[in-house]
């Protein structure tokens, strides 16, 4: 009783809407087939070894946050398994279960499915309808969905007609660089976004603050913010720099081994 009443007072005095709040994460330990997932990166085959320890301090991170983690085992017929966000979308009313736009990938569902109906009720998608957890960035009531070689418009129109009942508005932002609309534009706190230039202008993010990556620091766009802490990739001196203006704790960590296989910091985990 007396924790609830204290996170209750804390999600207040963020000044966030109480969907923004976390208490738990979701992850998937990365199975020994990692190599052998998707990647448009050429840098090299990940070591699972050494993903595995990369996963763990970010594990380490979330708990040291206070959030209650739920890590799953690895899936090594599913290489890309890991990176769960892909697979649902939660929020406080349900979750919507995602139908990946990748063939090799939707077979992650099915094993997820369970664990995130344990916690929230729990809608999927239909076969034509297509989206990775990755396209979608919930900042309050508000999702923005990448149009994506990952996310269609039949899956932003299923996404949309369940949770707009709920209150929430969705907007699409068609995204032709980088592999999800998470590669390159999040929401660090403070109303503000952090963003590719090419997002800088777009009409969808009018309203908001913005921090504008420079093109070579690109990938540290993948900064996860949680309940005011941010989380973001260390070796990106001018986002960091940038990042620090907002007055909010920040924690760096290495995804060098993640960032092989197209992954970033808010696809290894759901958080609710
Ligand atoms: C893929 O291509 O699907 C994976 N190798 C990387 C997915 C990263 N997911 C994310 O950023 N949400």
Known sequence: ??????????????????????THAMCRLPADTVASGLTTAAAGAPDAQRTRAQHQAYVDILLGLGLCVTTLPAQPAFPDAHFVEDTA????????????????????????????????????????????GGDVLMVDKHFFVGLTSRTNEAGVREFASAVEKFGYRVDT?????????????????????????????????KGYQTLVLKPEEEYAGNTLWINDTLITPSGYPDTLRKLQT???????????????????????????
Do not use: W
């Open 89 to 132: 979308v939660l929020m406080p009313e349900l979750a919507v279960l995602t139908n990946p736009g990748a063939p090799s990938r939707r077979g992650e569902v099915q094993s997820i499915a369970p664990i995130v109906s344990r916690f929230k009720h729990a809608l999927r998608m239909g076969p034509e309808a297509h989206m990775d």
């Open 246 to 272: 907002l007055g909010l704790p920040i924690i760096q960590t290495d995804t060098s081994e993640i960032a092989k296989m197209d992954g970033g910091l808010t696809c290894l985990s759901l958080r609710f």
């Open 173 to 205: 932002v068609e995204v032709s660089a980088g592999l999800h609309l998470k590669s390159i534009v999040n929401y660090v706190g403070r109303n503000t976004l952090i963003l590719s230039e090419g997002c800088a202008h777009l009409p969808q993010f």
């Open 1 to 22: 009783m007396r924790a609830r009443a204290l996170a209750y007072t804390f999600r207040h005095s963020l000044g966030t809407d109480p969907t923004m709040y976390f």
